[in-house]
C-alpha cells in the first residue's frame, strides 16, 4: 500500500528531507502529498518546494489554541489527502482530535532512546546526564508527549571525547534510516499494536535477520 503521507516539521527538516528521498528513489512506498511547519522560515517548507511538494506554514502564533490549530492543520492534511502523518522534528504536541483523526497513522521520531530524555533536547540532556549510550526512537504517538507504542530503536555509543553537537550529527544519521524503515514497514502493513508493544510481522520477502548482538559501551575487557 502506498503510504500518502503528511510531514509536520518546525525546522531544519533533515528527516523530512531523508523521507523524500527515499520515497523518491523508491526505498519508500509513499506519496508525500504535504509538508506543513508551524514556523514561518522553516528550511523544510523550501526543501518540499524544491521537490514539488505542497507546502505550507501554519504559523501557531496567529491560533488562539492548540485545538484550534490542530484544526486547521488536520483540515489541510485531508485536503491534501493524507492518510498518515510523519511528525519530523515538529516541536508541538498533538491533540487528541488529530489523533482521532489519523488513528495509528502518527508516527514521531526522537533523538534519544525513550522513555529516557523526552522532550525537546533529548541529545542534549543523554549527553549531560552522562549516559554511555544514547540513539534514536520512532514511536506511533499518543497524547503523551514523546510517548506512544515504540516501532524502532537504534543505539549508539556516546563517545567520551565527542561534543554534543558531533553526538548529534550521529544520531541524525540513524534518524534517516530507521524512520525509513519504520513508514516502510507501515506500507507494507507489518505493524500491529498490542497494548504498548509494537509486533512487526515477518517479511514475505525477505528471511528473517539475525539479531545484532548487543551493543555494551564501554566495551567489556575480559570474558564476564
Ligand atoms: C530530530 O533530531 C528529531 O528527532 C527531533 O528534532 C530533530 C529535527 O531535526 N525531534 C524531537 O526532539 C521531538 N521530541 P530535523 O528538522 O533536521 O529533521
Known amino acids: 500500500m502506498t503510504l500518502r503521507l503528511g510531514i509536520l516539521a518546525s525546522g531544519r527538516g533533515t528527516n523530512a528531507q531523508a523521507i523524500i528521498d527515499a520515497a523518491d528513489s523508491g526505498r519508500l512506498n509513499a506519496d508525500i502529498r504535504i509538508v506543513i511547519a508551524n514556523r514561518p522560515g522553516a528550511m523544510v517548507l523550501e526543501r518540499a518546494r524544491k521537490h514539488g511538494i505542497k507546502s505550507l506554514c501554519l504559523d501557531h502564533n496567529a491560533f488562539a489554541d492548540r485545538e484550534s490549530y490542530d484544526r486547521q492543520a488536520v483540515e489541510e492534511l485531508l485536503a491534501a489527502g493524507a492518510d498518515t502523518i510523519a511528525l519530523a522534528g515538529y516541536m508541538r504536541l498533538v491533540t487528541p482530535l488529530f489523533l482521532r483523526t489519523f488513528p495509528n497513522r502518527v508516527l514521531n521520531i526522537h533523538p534519544a532512546l525513550l522513555p529516557a530524555f523526552p522532550g ?34 537504534a543505539a549508539l555509543p556516546v563517545l567520551q571525547d565527542e561534543s554534543e553537537d558531533q553526538l548529534l550529527e550521529r544520531i541524525h544519521v540513524l534518524e534517516y534510516r530507521t524512520y525509513v524503515q519504520a513508514l516502510q514497514w507501515l506500507a507494507e502493513d507489518r505493524l500491529s499494536i498490542e497494548g504498548r508493544r509494537v509486533l512487526l510481522a515477518p517479511s514475505t520477502a525477505l528471511p528473517a535477520p539475525a539479531p545484532e548482538c548487543a551493543l555494551v559501551w564501554p566495551p567489556l575487557e575480559q570474558n564476564f
Open 120 to 153: 525537546s533536547r533529548g541529545v542534549r540532556d543523554a549527553w549531560n546526564y552522562g549516559a554511555k549510550i544514547s540513539g534514536c526512537t520512532v514511536h506511533f504517538v499518543d497524547p503523551v508527549m514523546d510517548g506512544g507504542p515504540i516501532i524502532i530503536q
